[in-house]
Every structure is written in C-alpha cells, then in structure tokens.
C-alpha cells in the first residue's frame, strides 16, 4: 500500500468513528431492553407460573432504563453533532423528518389492527400530535402505539435544544462536572417529592405499585425528563472541551450492571431512571471516547451498527406486534422451549418489520425531506462533513435509531 493510500485509509477511518458507531450498536441492545420488558409483562408474557414472574422481575427494569439510555444519549449525540450556523427552523426540519414518518405509519397500524376499536379521540388525537405525554392518563400516555409516549418528550427536547445547547456551551468548562452532579441530584430526588406530594390512587395498572399521577410525573412528563437530555448535553461538552476523567467503557457497564441490580430492589420510582441515571451517563461519553481514540468496542461491529440503525423504527413497531401478537397465543401458558421461541419469533418479526420501515420510509423521507427544496435542488455529491455526518447516521435524537 502507497504512504498516500495509507493516508487515505486512515482518514476514512478517522470519519467513520467520528460518527461514534459504538453509540449506534447500543442504541439496539437499549431498544432490546425495552422489548424484554414489554413481553415480560404479565399481559403479554407466554410463560406461567415460577418462570414468568422470574422474567417480569428481571426485566421489570429494562424498559425504563433502556429509555432513560436513550434521551441522555439523544442530548450528547445533537451536541457532538451540532453544525455551525444551523438554525432552529432547519435543526427541527430535520429532526420531525426523522421522526414523524415512523410515528404515523406505527400509529395508524396500531389503530388498525387493535386500538381503533376501543380508542376514543381524547386518546388518538393527542396521540398523533405527540402531545399525549402531557396528560395523566394511564389509557392517554400509554394508548394506541404505547412506546410512542417517549416521541412526544423528544419532540419538546428537539424544540428546546437551541436555547438549551446555547445555555450550556456559556457554562465554563471548569463548572460542568458541577452542573451535571447539580442535574443528577434533582433527578434522584423527584421520586421522592412524588412519593410525598402526589397521590397514590388511581393506581397503575400491571401490578406497578404507585399511583398514576405519581408515575406520569416521575416518569413521562417532558420537562422533568429534559434533566436527562439536559445532562447529555453537559456531558458532551465535556468530553468537547476535554473535561472528560477518563472513564473507561468497560468501567462504566460494571456500573450500569451494578445500578441494575440496586434499581431491582428500591422503591419503585427511584427504579425508573434514579439509580441508573450515573451509570448511563458515564456510559455514553466513555463510548464516544472509545470511538474518537479508535479502542476496542464491542459494538461497532458492522451487524452492531445495522442494528442500531434499525434500532429506531424497531423500537417503535415492537409494540405493535407484541400487542397483536398475543391476540393469537391461545392455550397460555406455554412451556418454557415454546415461550421462548416466542420471544425469539417476536423479536425477529419486530426486527423485520423495523428494518423495511428504515429502509422504505425513513430513510427516503430524510433523503427527500429533510432539506428545503432549494437546498435539495442545489446539493451536488460532496464529502459529508464528520460532525453532520454523526448526526445522520445517529435518533428516539442520536444515531440512526431515535432521534
């Protein structure tokens, strides 16, 4: 190989991980988490007896952690990504492109094949204008697609990250280990004003030991949930203007897996995203760190990265198909070969369906809608930009998956 090649080469490689392809794989096993939630639950779970309540309660925290992952990463991933001279109208083109089409097509799918049924306008309409997160209603929050009350925070994250972004990158560098501790500590403690201020009744259904109100507050409504996204922006500029204390990716996981177990046995609130919120938050940037320095990681695989493009669409059509799906398990419960190949059948299904919702309705809307049509008409072929490039290739804001 020439010196000039070999050049060549290394800029490509430098390119490809400045877009953090290890960002990208664990957004699939954050999606997967939510999935071994969702079909653990005792409503969808084909299992019985000793093995389905092991399953619900070592999943029962997988699905609030896994979101929890993604909207601090959505906050790191804008930030690492953020393009000099964007404005708010352009920023919010972009990231409604990527968002919408795949809200409306699972929407309209769920109320086709189960929600249409039951669901009145005060939970459908809400639902498709992503504003359903804002109501205490557990039928409201969690109706028609449930996993799409998260798209309704993203879309007030997307809305105010202008000002937000603007905001932080005025913090002193010296100040943002600071102002990250001061976020993470008003996190910790809301599940406690909730406990104290809000009521118990009515509860949550599932079992789920508090009240709705309690939940709704603690856990979906949008602007408690920016302190995360808030904190993601914060920990990016701190690896931005080198801050970062050099966490170790593989260090930051023994974390998270430690705060897993703790979360399996707090109050429940604090098991929502308290307990994990520090470990998560570590995670991120030491992958990101792991990517700049081209270290080892598992999850920058090309079929991790695949996975974490697809992670987006199959987060938001596993839903459906768990949902539709159970209406044919007939003769619950089954045994434990057949429960788990259920599983795997709902997964692979669920992986399906999100790859050609990716390929045929994500992807060409962000080909063709996410400039205005003079920008489109005028683009030519072009090296893409490493830090526009992050962004495209990373979503529920970051990586191709969520945002």
């Not at 619900?56 to 690492?80: A, C, N, P, Q, Y």
């Not at 953020?82 to 097509?105: E, I, Q, S, W």
């Not at 769920?110 to 109501?135: C, E, R, Y």
């Not at 997964?347 to 809608?369: D, N, Q, R, T």
Request: a positive charge.
């Amino acid at each position: 190989m020439t010196v000039k090649a070999a050049e060549r080469d290394a800029e490509a490689r430098r390119a490809r991980l400045s877009r953090l392809p290890s960002l990208t794989g664990m957004r699939f096993i954050a999606a997967l988490m939510v999935f071994f939630f969702h079909v653990s639950l005792p409503d969808f779970t084909p299992f019985g007896g000793d093995f389905a309540d092991d399953a619900e309660w070592l999943f029962s925290k997988g699905g609030w952690v896994g979101v929890s992952f993604f909207f601090i990463l959505s906050g790191f991933v804008l930030t690492w990504s953020a393009r000099p001279g964007d404005t708010p109208r352009r920023f919010m083109r972009r990231r409604l492109v990527k968002l919408y089409p795949n809200h409306v097509v699972t929407f309209a799918l769920s109320m086709l094949l189960f929600a249409g049924a039951t669901a009145t306008w005060k939970q459908w309409l809400p639902n498709i204008l992503l504003v359903h997160t804002w109501i205490p209603d557990y039928n409201t929050f969690f109706g028609i697609n449930p996993p799409s009350w998260s798209l309704a925070c993203e879309v007030v994250f997307y809305l105010c990250f202008p000002v937000l972004h603007r905001w932080i990158k005025k913090i002193d560098p010296a100040h943002l280990w600071g102002w990250a501790a001061g976020l993470a500590a008003i996190v910790m403690l809301i599940p406690a004003f909730s406990y104290a201020v809000l009521p118990s009744d009515p509860p949550m259904p599932n079992g789920f030991p508090v009240g709705v109100k309690q939940a709704w507050f603690v856990y979906l409504l949008p602007p408690v949930r920016m302190l995360e996204f808030a904190i993601g922006i914060i920990m990016a500029r701190i690896v931005l203007t080198d801050r970062w204390i050099n966490v170790k990716m593989v260090h930051a996981l023994g974390l998270l897996i430690v705060g897993y177990a703790v979360a399996l046995n707090v109050p429940w609130l604090y098991g929502l995203n308290a307990v994990c919120l520090i470990p998560i938050a570590l995670l991120i940037p030491a992958a990101a760190v792991a990517d700049v320095k081209d270290q080892p990681s598992p999850f920058r695989g090309k079929v991790m990265t695949w996975l974490g493009e697809v992670s987006f669409a199959f987060y938001l059509i596993h839903g459906v198909v768990i949902i539709y799906g159970t209406k044919f398990l007939h003769g619950k419960p089954y045994g434990l070969a057949a429960g788990l190949g259920l599983w795997a059948a709902c997964a692979v299904i669920s992986l399906i369906l999100g790859h050609l919702l990716f390929k045929y309705v994500e992807m060409p809307m962000m080909k063709h809608w996410s400039k205005p049509r003079g920008e489109r008409r005028d683009a030519r072929p072009a090296a893409v930009p490493a830090a526009r490039a992050a962004e495209e290739a990373t979503p529920v804001g970051a990586n191709r998956s969520r945002d």
